[in-house]
């Protein structure tokens, strides 16, 4: 029971949001985040469209949830935004090691300048902007690699 006589819950909403606890990696959480869809894209890239539609789904689905369970109304250690953003930014880039730092760090960078309209919607009410973010940030992200892929063919 908490302090208001409620039972506890939440504890399943911080493992899934927190990306199975990499969100609570001692610094860096939101990098940390961004890692698991690398490994994806690379291993199985014929799961990453699957890998981005459920963390960006299952991400928008637990926002709410999330900001009680964390008691934060953007918690730090909700990092299924950064797993979503990220595997946007990868999908149907070239499996070679430097497209994927490229994307690793162009999404890092977008996600943390927060340039226009990432940062009008990092700062919209409502529990969706905890999301809606990250996902921009990864569109951006993936629209520059793939004008980069165009110009280079």
Known sequence: MNEHGRPRTGGAVRCLASFFYLGYAPFMPGTFGSLPPLFVAWFWPQALPVFAAVTTLLGFALCAPARRAFGSKDPQRF???????????LLFVPRELLWFAGAFL????LDIFKPWPVGRLDRMEGAYGIMADDVAAGIMGNAV???ILYLNR
Do not use: C, K, P, Y
Request: charged share 15%; proline share 0%.
């Open 79 to 89: 990092v299924l935004d950064e797993a979503a953003g990220m595997s946007l930014t």
């Open 106 to 109: 162009l999404f890092r960078i």
């Open 145 to 147: 690699l793939q004008i």
